[in-house]
Nanobody, 115 residues
Framework: QVQLVESGGGLVQPGGSLRLSCVAS????????MGWYREAPGKQRELVAT???????NYADNMKGRFTIARDNAKNTVYLQMNSLKPEDTAVYYC?????????WGQGTQVTVDS
């Protein structure tokens, strides 16, 4: 059974930082393109960042320079380091693993940016 389990969310003040983790079981992350997505209340789920099997990364424009995605294949884990957080970053953050037409999703972790 495939599971992606996110952790690291919480409440943080504007300008603060959080690091999200996504641990996979039942699959080898090394062969998957990994992504972080987020879904804010009343909005569609949007792509935050992607890391390919080559290690190449891609970010949504409004996350560039603030967020960093990384993977540790030995630990079957992908991370999202989030710095300079803003209230508009408040959302549920989801981990995604994709290869060809197969996608797996985690259950999400809540990030709230508020003073």
């Amino acid at each position: 059974q495939v599971q992606l389990v996110e952790s690291g969310g919480g409440l943080v003040q504007p300008g603060g930082s959080l690091r999200l983790s996504c641990v996979a079981s039942g699959i080898m992350l090394s062969v998957y393109t990994m992504g972080w997505y987020r879904e804010a209340p009343g909005k569609q789920r949007e792509l935050v960042a992607t890391i390919f099997t080559s290690g190449t990364t891609n970010y949504a424009d409004n996350m560039k320079g603030r967020f960093t995605i990384a993977r540790d294949n030995a630990k079957n884990t992908v991370y999202l380091q989030m710095n300079s957080l803003k209230p508009e970053d408040t959302a549920v953050y989801y981990c995604n693993a994709a290869v060809s037409a197969v996608h797996y999703w985690g259950q999400g972790t809540q990030v709230t940016v508020d003073s």
